[in-house]
């Protein structure tokens, strides 16, 4: 960390180096798009050492007036670039502003891969309402903020000074310095319920709450990491500035040289979701499960199109040494 510069409050100084990004060999739960390994060297930076809470959130929306893409009129000229041409326009009451809620189903679910039996789409549900058009933040002001799209990280990241980190930025501090680790902590999967809000049971219909919570802890519930960084793995994921390409590791691998500070490919690409444009996301939620997708891993990646919020879904801040330093 350059001596001129003082550690921005709620922030951890990360030290940059070299290191191999993906998963281990070893890791049973890894998905395809987490292989090859590929090394990266990245500069140090700082880190939010918590995902940004619905309180810090509102301190931006009350200076601002800034209005999150989940609660602004749908626009269905710009939604139906994103769906198989032909696809015909919902009903109107379905174009309404909302959000995706979780919501247990009442029976034993066998099809894992039709997630819509647990996701509700939800108007009225948006950050401010962050399990319903009903409920509030009372006593939520510590949580994490969910509902977040990525235009709505970004805003903030632009008021406050800071940045989305990239992937790897946000991989190399998740590791906390460990080499060839699973987990922020090592490979100890015993230690998850003491270590990560996550799903305990068997998803999505059972959950016992064995790390002591159902649905999101508020922010540094669980120890951190050696960096100081709490709830890299599970609470909720966070957006990333990178764009989404399923062929990205098999290309970086190819090219057998160590990039510095990788930015992620220069346009998004998802062979299952051809006409979305996604970023990727880390770390896992409090729905993740070892029964379903167990992301609750340091190599772990998804896609998120750039519109999508949920109720899982946050972020946290970097804030490169070439950037001004904020107080905010």
Known sequence: MPDSISVPHGMVWIPGGIFEQGAISSDS???KHEHPKHTV???????????VTNAAFAKF???TGYLTVAERPIDWEEVKKQVPSGTPKPHDSVLKPGSLLFKMPK????????YSQWWDWKVGTNWKHPQGPQSDLN????????????EDAVAYCEWAGRSLPTEAEWELAARGGLKGAIFPWGNQTDLLNE????????????????DGFQNKAPVGSF??????????????????????????YTERAANR????????PSSAFNRYNAYASEKVIKGGSFLCNANYCASYRVSARMANSLDSSQEHLGFRTVLRTTSKIDSK
């Open 107 to 114: 029976h034993q679910v066998t099809n894992l891969a039709d």
């Open 139 to 150: 006593g939520k002001e510590e949580q994490p903020v969910v509902h977040i799209a990525y």
């Open 41 to 51: 060297a990245v500069d140090g930076f700082f880190m939010d050492v918590t995902e």
């Open 257 to 264: 040289d160590t990039i510095k500070n990788p930015k992620g």
């Open 195 to 210: 270590r990560a809000n996550t799903w305990s049971g068997i998803f999505p219909v059972i959950n016992d709450a064995a």
């Open 61 to 63: 929306v009350e200076e």
């Open 29 to 31: 739960f890894a998905m």
């Open 223 to 248: 120890p951190p990491n050696a960096y100081g960084l709490h709830d890299m793995v599970g609470n909720v994921w966070e957006w990333t500035q990178d764009w989404y390409n399923h062929n990205y």
